[in-house]
Every structure is written in structure tokens, then in C-alpha cells.
């Protein structure tokens, strides 16, 4: 009896890093032993470290199993077989080398890649000649880097300014988080999030609003914050960066400077002609 065809290839399905699913088919006949499942470890695999492919119930009896990369069993995507009562390992066409099989069906990559991100199979069978075939997912991530951030303006006017603050990276497949004085940044009902939160509005820009932001980018592996940027907001615009208060009341002080100066100017000028001019002469006594 030749076996059933493989089954159809399946849809993309995106890495969540999760345990891995994993589909059950039956090949001849169906077995009684619990469901064979694949569990990835660790759950969230980082590039350039080992994931081992650790196999549950595997079936007794057995003797062989093989690996796949994809989902369905195809001899050219074949990593490895292993005979079990020759303790052979066969490699097959995608063997690469940085993979290693254990006697309880587990399969070990290492320094894994992006490249190896994807589908893989377990097909194992035993001596009546029984398969079972159990068909995971498996994701690497790349380390994100460190991201950078943009403003539309850093030193503003409070309720006139609308602030745009823009978090930089290059990574995908990441989330975006906003902190404010190293704090996760409270949003306010001034303050807006873009889709994936890569930008941030604040309209209008009021003083609570002046300090210290950061944005930080994470995948499931790793995170890191951009360098701070600082707001400046002030009450109104002026060169000297004051308020217009306090402005006023120092043009105001000079000028009664400048009156005061002037009145003692003129009342010294009137007492020095007085003496350049002869004796002071006493006023004349009050009529009688």
C-alpha cells in the first residue's frame, strides 16, 4: 500500500514566538499514545543562539524519525534521518551542520539565523509502520537597534506650539513605547499616538508638557531606548527667553532709573550755577 499524498501547503502564519503549534496527521493507521507536540525552548529565540526542538510523546516502537524544514514531509527539504536500530543519522540536503538529533527525537540548532525562521517537521515511524508527523513554527529574532528620535521643534510656546515627535528605526516586527523623564509616558487628551505609535503629537504644548522623552523599541528578545530630548516651553516668544512679565517689569525699572538719575542731574546743575554766581543771599523776611 503506497501512503496518501503530503498534505497542502498552509498559508503563512505569522511568528508570534509561542509554543509551537502543532498539526497531527496519521499516516496507514491511527494510534492510540497521546498526541505527538513540538515545544520550543527557549519560547522567544534570539539570532545567534541554540534552539533546541524538544519533542512530547514521542511513540515507542520507533524505528526511525526524520526532520524536515517546511510543513510536510519532502524529501528534498529533509534535514536529517535517524535510523534507530543502526544508530545512523542520514544528513539530508538542507543539513547545514549546526544540527544535532537526540535519542528522544528532539532536534538542537545552533547559532540560529533569520533564515531559519519557519515551518518544521517531525516524522516519526515505527516498526509496523505507523507515522505520525507533527508540523510547528519556529521564529528567530534579530536584536533590535538603538533608536533615534526627531522633533518638529524643541523649544515652543505654551498654547500656540503643536509638538510632533518622531521615533526612528530601521527594525520591523517591533513595538514602540514613549517615556517621559524615564517614566512610561502618561497620554493626556493634548496628546496623540500615530498607528504602531512611531509618532507623537502633542496639540497645544502647554509647561507640564517641557522635559526630558525617550522612545524604545522591543521585539520579544530584546529592548533598548533612544538618547533623551529635551522640550523647552515657554509663555510667550521673546529673544531673551523670559516671560514678557518679567521683561516689562525690568524695562520698567530702568526707565524710573533713568528718570531718578536725570531729576539728581539737573537738581546738582542747579545747585553748582547758584554758587558760581556769589554769596547766597538770605530771602527776605516774610511781610509783616
Known amino acids: 500500500m503506497e501512503p496518501p499524498s503530503a498534505p497542502p501547503h498552509r498559508g503563512h502564519i505569522p511568528c508570534q514566538g509561542l509554543l509551537l503549534a502543532v498539526s497531527l496527521s496519521t499516516f496507514w493507521n491511527t494510534l492510540t ?6 515545544e520550543s525552548v527557549p519560547t522567544n529565540a534570539a ?16 524505528a526511525a524519525y526524520g526532520w524536515y524544514k517546511g510543513d510536510r514531509v519532502d524529501p528534498d527539504q529533509q534535514i536529517a534521518l535517524h535510523v534507530i536500530e543502526r ?5 539530508g540536503p538542507l543539513y547545514s551542520g549546526r544540527e544535532r538529533m537526540y535519542p528522544n527525537g528532539s532536534l538542537l540548532l545552533q547559532k540560529v539565523t533569520q533564515e ?10 515505527n516498526k509496523n509502520f505507523h507515522s505520525e508527523v507533527g508540523t510547528g513554527q519556529l521564529c528567530i529574532y534579530k536584536p533590535v537597534a538603538q533608536p533615534s528620535i526627531q522633533a518638529s521643534n524643541i523649544t515652543v510656546t505654551e498654547q500656540k506650539d503643536v509638538v510632533v515627535l518622531t521615533c526612528l528605526t530601521n527594525d520591523t516586527g517591533i513595538s514602540i513605547q514613549w517615556f517621559f523623564y524615564n517614566q512610561s509616558l502618561r497620554l493626556t487628551e493634548r496628546m496623540k499616538l ?6 507623537l503629537t502633542i496639540d497645544p504644548i502647554t509647561r507640564e508638557d517641557a522635559g526630558d522623552y525617550q522612545c524604545e523599541v522591543s521585539n520579544p528578545v530584546t529592548s533598548i531606548k533612544s538618547d533623551f530630548i529635551t522640550l523647552a516651553v515657554s509663555s510667550e516668544k521673546n529673544t531673551t527667553g523670559l516671560p514678557v512679565r518679567a521683561i ?10 533713568v528718570v531718578l538719575v536725570a531729576a539728581l542731574g539737573y537738581f546738582l546743575f542747579l545747585t553748582r550755577t547758584s554758587s558760581i554766581g556769589g554769596e547766597r543771599r538770605s530771602p527776605p523776611p516774610p511781610w509783616k
Not at 500615530?194 to 509618532?199: A, K, L, P, Y
Request: glycine content about 10%.
Open 33 to 38: 499514545t497521546a498526541q505527538l507536540t513540538i
Open 47 to 62: 539570532e545567534g543562539k541554540d534552539v533546541l526542538l524538544l519533542v512530547h510523546n514521542l511513540p515507542g516502537n520507533l
Open 87 to 91: 544508530l545512523e543519522i542520514i544528513p
Open 116 to 125: 531559519d525562521t519557519g515551518y518544521y517537521t517531525l516524522q516519526v515511524i
Open 194 to 199: 500615530s498607528h504602531e505609535n512611531h509618532t
Open 248 to 257: 516689562a517689569c525690568i524695562v520698567i525699572g530702568v526707565l524710573v532709573g
